[in-house]
T-cell receptor, first 115, second 109 residues
Framework: GAVVSQHPSRVICKSGTSVKIECRSLDFQATTMFWYRQFPKQSLMLMATSNEGSKATYEQGVEKDKFLINHASLTLSTLTVTSAHPEDSSFYIC???????????FGQGTRLTVV | KQEVTQIPAALSVPEGENLVLNCSFTDSAIYNLQWFRQDPGKGLTSLLLIQSSQREQTSGRLNASLDKSSGRSTLYIAASQPGDSATYLCAVDTDKLIFGTGTRLQVFP
């Protein structure tokens, strides 16, 4: 299958700082990327959908000013957690697909710990 | 709004049993459905993808079926092994990919 690379895999940051997570599709052009958040022992919660060159569409209850998503190219999307707080600590996973109705491929995930 | 539910939430079985994991969804207008496994603290491993026009897909000991009209998918695991222990997630694809609640499976020797 296609490869989606997500970095970093782990990050620890101080409260109040911002953290950027990158998601790259290595061998295909991704018109759509998804960002998910996963709390311990829970399923993946969709945060937002981003289409290349457009503003991201956020799910209800997700603060767009808190979680900044950029999808400036067909192979790269970034999620920036701004002014992070301990409650933002979680596992974040990105997904990318080439078109509607094509398989979505997932990054390895980023474990964020805010201290 | 698409809601995806998985039953059972948890399952503990002895090695060798054949298993059935269930996934139901409320909106049948899907493009495809995927099954994943997730090991503790890890990312997702894709198991099977069923397009909306298909009825089932098979890979080794795994078989997934899809009944779009009734909003159901089933993942069948034959001759379970301790290495199958993980959380299994289904995800339905409309214009966005929505995950089910998950089934935590433990297979003991």
């Amino acid at each position: 299958g296609a490869v989606v690379s997500q970095h970093p895999s782990r990050v620890i940051c101080k409260s109040g700082t911002s953290v950027k997570i990158e998601c790259r599709s290595l061998d295909f052009q991704a018109t759509t990327m998804f960002w998910y958040r996963q709390f311990p022992k829970q399923s993946l919660m969709l945060m937002a959908t981003s289409n290349e060159g457009s503003k991201a569409t956020y799910e209800q209850g997700v603060e767009k000013d808190k979680f900044l998503i950029n999808h400036a190219s067909l192979t790269l999307s970034t999620l920036t957690v701004t002014s992070a707080h301990p409650e933002d600590s979680s596992f974040y996973i990105c997904s990318a697909r080439q078109n509607l109705n094509t398989e979505a491929f997932f990054g390895q995930g980023t474990r964020l710990t805010v201290v | 709004k698409q809601e995806v539910t998985q039953i059972p939430a948890a399952l503990s079985v002895p090695e060798g049993e054949n298993l059935v994991l269930n996934c139901s969804f409320t909106d049948s207008a899907i493009y495809n459905l995927q099954w994943f496994r997730q090991d503790p603290g890890k990312g997702l491993t894709s198991l099977l993808l069923i397009q909306s026009s298909q009825r089932e897909q098979t890979s080794g000991r795994l078989n997934a079926s899809l009944d779009k009209s009734s909003g159901r998918s089933t993942l069948y695991i034959a001759a379970s092994q301790p290495g199958d222990s993980a959380t299994y997630l289904c995800a339905v694809d409309t214009d966005k990919l929505i995950f089910g609640t998950g089934t935590r499976l433990q297979v003991f020797p």
